[in-house]
C-alpha cells in the first residue's frame, strides 16, 4: 500500500523536525522551513538525539513559498508557533484538494481559533480539523555547529477530532503506525484536552519568571507556594466555565494530579523536592518557554474573566515575564 502524503510545516523547530523525523517511518514526509534551516538540512546540520548517538535529519524539505497545489498532501501538521489563524489560512488557501490540518499549538484557544479561522473562508463540509497535544519535552541545542533535538521515546500524544472524529481516526492510524503512544479522545471532550494540557504546561512557569529551573523554584518555599496558586487559580477558572481535567493514561493522569494543590500546604511543602523530581524526569533539561506566557497565564487571566475568578498569581506572573 502507498504511503500517504504528509507535509510537516515547521521543520527546523523542535516539534517539527521532531514530527517530520518521527512520522518517516509510516508515511511520505515532506517538510516545510524556512531558507535558513532549509540550508542547514543541505549542510546536514539538523541532528536528532534519542540516546545512543546523533542521526541526522535527511528528510526532503522546501520554503513556504515553493508550497503549491501539486504537492497535494492527505495530511498537513501545523507545528508552527501560535498563533494557528495565519499560517492556517495561507496553507489552506494554497491546497487544492483540502488535506486534514493537525493542530499542534499550545493553549487552550488553539481549536476555536483554527476552527474559526476556516470557517471565514470556506463551507464547512470542507473543514478537516484535527487536535493533537504532545507530552515529550525537546531540547534544542547547538553541538559543533549543528542544531540537535534531544528528546525521549516513545512519542507521546492526544489526539481529538475538532471538526469530526473521523478524520481524528485517520491521523491516529499514521501516528500508531510510526510507533507513537496515542490517547484518542473523542470531539466532544475537545476543549476539556486543551485545559488538561495546560495544566501541565503550567507547572514551572513561577519558578521560571525568576529565572530558576524548576528544582530551584521548588526549593524555595515561597516560589513553590506560587506554583502551587497559579494551579490553584486555573482549576477555579476551569470548573468556573464548566470545563474538566482530563487522564492521560499511564503517563499524565492530569485529573488526579489536579487534587494535588488541595492538599495540605504543610504536606506539600515537605513533598516538593520529591514532586519536582517527579516533572522533571524525562524534560532533558528543557527550559520553560517563556516567550509563550500569553497563552499559559494569559490564558489563565482570560478563562478566569470569563468564569469571574480572580487571578491575582497568575497576573503577578504574567507582569514579572512580560516586563
Known amino acids: 500500500m502507498e504511503k500517504k502524503k504528509i507535509i510537516v510545516i515547521g521543520v527546523g523547530g523542535r516539534t517539527g523536525t521532531m514530527f517530520a523525523f518521527e512520522m518517516a517511518k509510516a508515511a511520505n514526509i515532506l517538510g516545510v522551513a524556512r531558507e535558513n534551516e532549509i540550508k542547514k538540512v543541505n549542510e546536514k546540520k539538523l541532528c536528532i538525539d534519542k540516546g545512543g548517538g546523533l542521526k541526522t535529519f535527511n528528510g526532503r524539505v522546501i520554503k ?26 495561507y496553507y489552506f488557501r494554497k491546497c487544492s484538494k483540502k488535506p486534514i490540518f493537525v493542530i499542534s499549538q499550545n493553549g487552550i484557544d488553539a481549536a476555536r481559533e483554527a476552527e474559526e479561522t ?43 477530532g475538532i471538526s469530526n472524529d473521523e478524520d481524528a481516526k485517520e491521523v491516529v492510524e499514521i501516528l500508531k503506525k510510526a510507533e507513537f503512544k496515542v490517547n484518542e479522545f473523542t470531539q466532544k471532550d475537545i476543549r476539556n484536552l486543551e485545559y488538561s494540557k495546560l495544566f501541565l504546561n503550567l507547572i514551572g512557569m513561577a519558578s521560571a519568571s525568576r529565572g530558576l529551573s524548576i528544582k530551584e523554584g521548588f526549593k524555595d518555599k515561597e516560589v513553590f507556594k506560587e506554583e502551587i496558586n497559579v494551579l ?36 506539600l511543602v515537605f513533598c516538593r523536592n520529591v514532586l519536582a523530581q517527579a516533572i522533571t524526569k524525562g524534560r532533558a533539561k528543557k527550559q520553560k518557554d517563556l516567550d509563550e506566557v500569553d497563552y499559559y497565564n494569559g490564558a489563565v487571566i482570560k478563562l478566569g474573566k470569563r468564569g469571574g475568578i480572580n487571578t491575582p498569581v497568575n497576573n503577578r506572573i504574567y507582569s514579572r515575564i512580560k516586563k
Not at 134 to 157: H, M, Q, W
Not at 232 to 254: D, M, R
Open 64 to 89: 513556504d513559498t515553493d508550497f503549491s497545489q501539486k504537492n497535494n498532501p492527505e495530511i498537513i501538521f501545523l507545528a508552527t508557533k501560535n498563533p494557528v489563524s495565519i499560517p492556517l489560512d
Open 232 to 267: 490553584k487559580e486555573y482549576i477555579k477558572s476551569v470548573g468556573a466555565t464548566g470545563g474538566k481535567f482530563l487522564n492521560f493514561f499511564p503517563y499524565y493522569p492530569v485529573g488526579v494530579l489536579s487534587l494535588i494543590p488541595y492538599l495540605p500546604i504543610f504536606i
Open 118 to 160: 476556516l470557517q471565514k473562508i470556506t463551507d464547512p463540509e470542507k473543514i478537516k480539523l484535527v487536535r493533537m497535544v504532545l507530552f515529550n519535552a525537546i531540547d534544542k541545542r547547538t553541538i559543533e555547529g549543528k542544531d540537535c533535538f534531544k528528546y525521549s521515546t516513545p512519542i507521546r500524544v492526544a489526539v481529538s
